[in-house]
């Protein structure tokens, strides 16, 4: 067993040196990444940055990576976290994920980077980067995702790095045996994304990135998540920029987390959810499959208890306060932010709530800028009832490029307004500045993508 072992890791260095791309050590062994179509752009597809959070280690802070033998060629993204999906013939399921859902595993916490083939291998490059957190309502999503891809950023000079998270039930349950074991329980998602955010700072300069240059951007609950990182004592030292995208501003207190509720409640809760499907021991929730775990929830709905959703939480460790009152005191990271919506988005994710937050924001003399995306997509023009407007996450086919991966007629128009973008996206990341003016409390200004 130990000769085919050896044999096959031998086979597989041999395969990656063969290629010719550099190979570089980060945290648990060596990697090297291929060649995207572009030919001078290289990406790692499917790095771990934790170890597998199963067994014993569900419901755990995520651990130090388990180090491999060998060269890892980073040719194939890792699984994505276990989640329901968007069923074919609904409107996101149509629009984006026509694909099919890819394999689904609790080993789920892996991670993309993409980066300039120039530079990978030298550390003084010190190119800008960005970490993409995807949206999704913590139950759904992952970073790679087909609106997703970082080519034409690595091509305007950013190092951009996806991540895959734990979601729903798994990835943000709390329970009084877990707050028990632990002090505290939920937030295991957004620990997730800090510890990612962890690895890229130990890890990008590898790549040619700056680990004291990071943008941390999302959209939807991704962006509701950096609103989460930029408060928690843990992450909000560890980046210089921030991008929310259709996450709201300031008095959501029905989608942040609230300081009005406690963790015992949030406990009871959880413990309500599992013992409706018979799990009624912290032993008996680890044993199980993550199908019966993530499945719980909607067995509680079925019984009659009512909906439920686990997200991020006050939890006293990994987020200490809620997110105006952060704003307010000035506990949030001192770093520069663009925020915006879509004119067709959700609620109170538009519009007032952004606003008031520039102005705030502006007002304690830190850089704020604010964007709408106006452009209604093309394609429903013949189906007055399908007309979808500029809805909510039609943004990120052009703040990533990926026009030409959706079934939409897409225009000339359409692909300049999404080079614009991505200049703009870009040049945040590079400087702290997309290109407009900052939003002052005095003379607000909001830049209108549209065509």
């Known amino acids: 067993m130990k000769r085919i072992l050896l044999f096959l890791a031998l086979a597989a260095m041999a395969a990656a040196c063969s290629t010719g791309n550099p190979v570089l050590n980060v945290s648990g062994g060596k990697i090297q990444g291929v060649l995207t179509d572009s030919s001078d752009v290289l990406v790692f597809k499917g790095i771990p940055y934790a170890a597998p959070p199963v067994g014993g280690l569900r419901w755990q802070a995520p651990q130090p990576v388990p180090s491999w033998e060998g060269i890892r060629v980073c040719d194939s993204f890792g699984p994505i976290a ?5 069923a074919p013939g609904t409107f996101y399921g149509d629009e984006f994920y026509w694909q099919g859902t890819p394999e689904q595993s609790e080993d789920c916490l892996y991670l993309n980077v993409w980066a300039p083939a120039r530079t990978v291998g030298k550390p003084g490059a010190k190119l800008p980067v960005a970490m993409w957190i995807h949206g999704g309502a913590y139950l759904n999503g992952y970073g790679y995702e087909v609106t997703m891809d970082g080519d034409a950023w690595a091509r305007r000079g950013v190092i951009l790095v996806t991540i895959n998270y734990r979601l729903g039930t798994l990835g943000f349950l709390s329970h009084p045996e877990l707050t028990a074991e632990q002090g505290q329980s939920g937030n295991y998602g957004t620990m997730d994304q800090i510890a990612a955010l962890r690895w890229i700072r130990d890890n990008i300069a590898g790549f040619g990135g700056d680990p004291d240059n990071i ?4 959209q939807s609950a991704g962006a509701m998540s950096v609103k989460n990182l930029l408060i928690s004592p843990l992450s ?3 980046m210089a920029k921030a ?10 207190r029905n989608l942040s987390p609230d300081n009005a509720v406690t963790q015992a409640r949030y406990d009871s809760l959880g413990k309500d959810v599992m013992d409706v499907s ?16 993530f499945d719980a929830t909607n067995e509680y709905l079925a019984a009659g208890k009512g909906w439920v959703m686990f997200s991020p939480h006050l939890d006293w460790m990994v987020l200490t306060e809620d997110f105006d009152h952060a704003l ?5 990271a001192p770093v520069p932010v663009m925020i915006g ?22 007002s304690m003399g830190f850089p704020v800028y604010e964007y709408e995306f106006l452009r209604n997509l093309p394609g429903d023009d013949d ?3 399908k007309d979808s407007g500029a809805f909510h996450s039609a943004e990120l086919w052009y703040m990533f490029g990926t026009l030409k991966n959706s079934w939409r007629p897409f225009t000339s128009e359409d692909y300049a307004l999404s080079a614009e973008m991505l200049d703009a996206w870009t040049a945040f990341c590079k400087t702290g500045n997309p290109g407009w003016d900052a939003y002052k409390y005095d003379k607000p200004f909001k830049k209108e993508f549209d065509r």
């Open 215 to 218: 943008t941390v951007l999302g």
């Open 243 to 252: 991008i929310i995208q259709s996450g709201g501003g300031v008095g959501l």
């Open 236 to 238: 909000r030292d560890m």
């Open 82 to 86: 276990p989640q329901p999906g968007n």
């Open 383 to 385: 189906d007055p009832d």
């Open 328 to 332: 307010l005191e000035g506990t949030m």
């Open 341 to 362: 919506y879509n004119k067709d988005d959700m609620g109170r994710l538009a519009g007032e709530s952004v606003d008031r937050f520039c102005a705030i924001r502006d």
């Open 278 to 293: 018979g799990l009624k021991t912290l032993d008996a929730m680890r044993a199980t499959s993550a199908g019966t775990v």
